[in-house]
């Protein structure tokens, strides 16, 4: 999978796009900028949705979603060796409190 384009490259041909004169295609803009037609779409929808023109998930949104997962992650580990701790201890106070009878 070939490196992704730099996010001020995208801006900047997202910005020739939008700003394109009659009879300009997006084809032929995505051959001036050596992309292939299909990225540029693609990157039009996404400003689109950063921007707030278009209903989806934005950068920012994704970031987020992917951190509170990732927390949510630690924090059910967390709970498991916590759940696992307190059964260790409580049969260890039965086998404690059993054998002083």
């Known amino acids: 999978m070939p490196a992704p384009y730099p996010q001020e490259f995208r801006d900047g041909v997202v910005a020739v796009a939008r700003g394109r004169g009659p009879g300009v295609t997006l084809k032929q803009i995505a051959e001036d900028f050596g992309i292939s037609e299909a990225s540029l779409t693609n990157w039009l929808k996404a400003a689109d949705v950063e921007e707030g023109k278009r209903p989806g998930v934005t950068k920012d949104?994704?970031?987020?979603?992917?951190?509170?997962?990732?927390?949510?992650?630690?924090?059910?580990?967390?709970?498991?060796?916590?759940?696992?701790?307190?059964?260790?201890?409580?049969?260890?106070?039965?086998?404690?409190?059993?054998?002083?009878?």
């Open 61 to 101: 949104e994704s970031e987020e979603l992917r951190q509170l997962r990732r927390r949510a992650k630690l924090l059910e580990q967390e709970n498991e060796v916590l759940r696992r701790a307190a059964a260790y201890l409580s049969q260890a106070n039965l086998k404690l409190g059993g054998s002083a009878k």
